[in-house]
């Protein structure tokens, strides 16, 4: 149960050598208006100064701030990051930020707030994202992007859309939710945005809210994503993770949510089969296809 002084939203922001970036994020966080609010920093044991950017941050907010700056970096080492997180959460409502991304809307977190109080059945809220050129900042498309009217999608539409079908920055969850993910949910996953926004998504649907309220910055060659997808090693490491973890999903999920899960798993399998043809990397297939059938044998 939330104290009485409790706010109504935790904002969570995930930092990683987020420095040239992060002050935008803070600002973003802190411009919200409407909402009582606090902020939950976690920075990951950043080797550049997102760490000291935080300490000055917390310093001069508005809102409270509470500091989770390791000492150790724990992502790198396989450690799970999120229980820590949130249990610093005390507000109804937790909404996300990483540290490279950043909010471009005041009212964000009201209208999710307002949206979801109206909605009692639904767990998670979400809206468009910008998506942006990393140096430049001009828009180059959108993300989560689905009309102009607000939009209820099933747990099963979460699924197949992958995880990209709800940006990250924009997600906004009941904190009652945490309650309800599996154990394993807090192990360090290959996806666990994605495990999220299908757990948000299970009991109501996600809402889709007609606003433009974040920005999501592309292209950074020294950003985890860029590094990733620039090696077929590291590209082929992440897959095979994925793909396990999604044999765990599925184990999880009600029996009406095998098949989309099933549709998901063969669609990303046939992708990595492909890639691996191209950069003859056969015996990854073979390996992925031997760890798959010892993940199944034992779930």
Known sequence: MNSPSAPLVSVVVSVYNHEKYLLKTLEGVEMQQGVDFEIIIHDDCSPDGSAEICRQFAARSRHRVKLILQAENKMGRNIGIWSEIYSQCEGEYVAICEGDDFWTHPGKLAHQCQSLAMLPH???????????????????????????????????????????????????????????????????????????????????GALYLPLCGAAYRQGDPTSWSQQTTADIQKVNRFDQAFLLFMGRLRASLPTNCHASVDQLTLQRFLLYCQRCFVHNKLGDVAELATALERSRSSI
């Open 122 to 204: 639904v767990d998670l809220a979400f809206h468009k994202v910008a998506r942006i050129h990393w140096q430049s900042e001009g828009v180059t498309g959108y993300l989560g992007d689905y009309g102009e009217e607000p939009r209820l999608f099933s747990v099963n539409q979460v699924i197949e859309g992958d995880g990209g079908f709800i940006p990250t920055p924009s997600i906004m969850i009941r904190r009652s939710l945490l309650k309800a993910m599996p154990d394993w949910y807090y192990e360090h996953l290959p996806a666990g945005d994605y495990c999220l926004q299908v757990y948000g998504a299970l009991r109501g």
